[in-house]
Every structure is written in C-alpha cells, then in structure tokens.
C-alpha cells in the first residue's frame, strides 16, 4: 500500500531562518494528490498546500512545496519562519483518479519556531 | 475555511460500552470520512462515506462500528461495544468532490476517546 515518511518528528527553529520538513513518498499510483496540512494547539488540521504536478512550485502562506516524482518527495520550505508558525504539519497523499480517496499520512513533524 | 465540528472534544468510557462520536460537516460536502490517529502514531484511514452507504473502509473498521448521517443531521461513528485498543483520536473529515485532483477534504478538531 502507500506509505508517507516524515523523518523527523520535531524540527526546531529560530525565528527568522529558513526551514524545511521532509516529506518522501511511496506509492503504486500513477496520478496523486499531495497535501500539507497544519494543525495548531487544539485545533483541527487544515489544508497548507497542494499539489499534483511534477516539479512545479505550489505557495502559500510563505510556504511552498514543489513534488519531485524522481526522488519521490514533497518538502515543504519557508526562507523566513515566523513564530506563530509554530505548530505540527502532515505530509498526506491520496490517489486523484478513480474512487478510491483515503489519504495516507505521515507521522507529523512538529515545527518549534523560538526568538 | 470551511469549519467541521466535531462533538465531544473528549469522552471517557468504560470498556464494552457504546459510544457516538459526532461530526457537523461542512454544509454543502456531500463526502464524510473517519480517521483514527492512535498515540504517537500516524492518521490512519477508517471509513469514507456517500449517500448514505459506507464506500470504501478499512480494516480498522472493526464490524463494531458502523456509521450513519441519518436525515441530514450529525455523521455519526458508533462503536459497540468499545475495547481498550479504540481509545484514540477520532478525526472526521468532509469534501464536496470525493476525489479527482481538486478535492480537498476539510477536517474537524477530533474526539480523544480515552476506553478504559
């Protein structure tokens, strides 16, 4: 079946430096989509970013993301965290063709952004 | 964004009880899912949900459990009756498309069902 991978499970930061969680997929579909998702403290997780086409740069809120089939990965990159970016983030993946959309998750990384 | 709501925030219960989670999806989705993210674990699919017929589940979808969004009203996942290894995060989720590249599904705050 699918799997996710987020290798790290906290990544910490200083305000104002670039960061970047790894998301790395496999999966036996040929068109995917592919979501970042934020959950902060007591919150719901809400969608971040998505994407589903090879090598193009998807942005939003600072954030971007670019899906790389050739290395199977989907990192998500901001040059500058903020910190009330402070919060944990899934790397998802779901087939987008056919009926079948159950997203897969990785483990999640928390992002610990201090002053 | 669009707001799913999910009732109770937390619930504990005696092991073999039942128990209902309920999700207010987002008003015009016409997709409901169930996830269930166990301690330190990953978010993990449970069961998505169609006009009124399970589409597709897995199999963590025990056969006690079993869902239902009778007239409109709360999506509901019902287990009975309820062992120590449900205790967990109970995530619903809705979406209006139920795939294809621009659906995106819309996900609530979670119940943690603590069964002891």
């Known amino acids: 079946g699918d799997s996710v991978t987020q290798t790290e499970g906290l990544v910490t930061v200083t305000e104002g430096l670039p960061v970047k969680l790894n998301c790395t997929y496999q999966?036996?579909?040929?068109?995917?989509?592919f979501f970042w998702y934020v959950q902060y403290l007591n919150e719901a997780p809400q969608v971040l970013l998505k994407?589903?086409?090879?090598?193009k740069r998807t942005e939003h809120q600072g954030f971007h993301a670019t899906l790389h089939k050739s290395s199977s990965s989907f990192h998500l990159q901001k040059s500058s965290a903020q910190l009330s970016d402070s919060a944990l983030y899934y790397c998802?993946?779901?087939?987008?063709?056919?009926?079948?959309?159950?997203?897969?998750f990785g483990q999640g990384t928390v992002l610990s952004v201090i002053p | 964004g669009p707001k799913v709501l999910q009732i109770p925030s937390h619930q504990i219960i005696d092991m073999g009880q039942m128990v209902t989670l309920n999700c207010d999806p987002v008003?015009?989705?016409?997709?409901f899912y169930w996830y269930k993210q166990i301690l330190g674990q990953q978010m993990e699919f449970l069961v998505n949900?169609?006009?009124?017929?399970?589409?597709?589940k897995s199999k963590l979808f025990k056969d006690q459990f079993s869902v239902e969004r009778p007239d409109g009203s709360y999506f509901t996942l019902k287990i009975q009756p309820t062992a120590l290894e449900d205790s967990a995060v109970y995530f619903c989720?809705?979406?209006?498309?139920?795939?294809?590249?621009?659906?995106?599904?819309?996900f609530g705050p979670g119940t943690r069902l603590l069964v002891l």
């Open positions: 989720a809705s979406s209006l498309l139920g795939g294809g590249i621009q659906d995106t599904q819309y």
């Open positions: 999966t036996t579909y040929l068109t995917i989509a």
């Open positions: 994407s589903s086409t090879d090598n």
């Open positions: 998802a993946l779901r087939p987008a063709t056919g009926g079948n959309n159950k997203l897969t």
């Open positions: 008003s015009n989705h016409l997709y």
């Open positions: 949900f169609y006009n009124g017929k399970v589409m597709e």
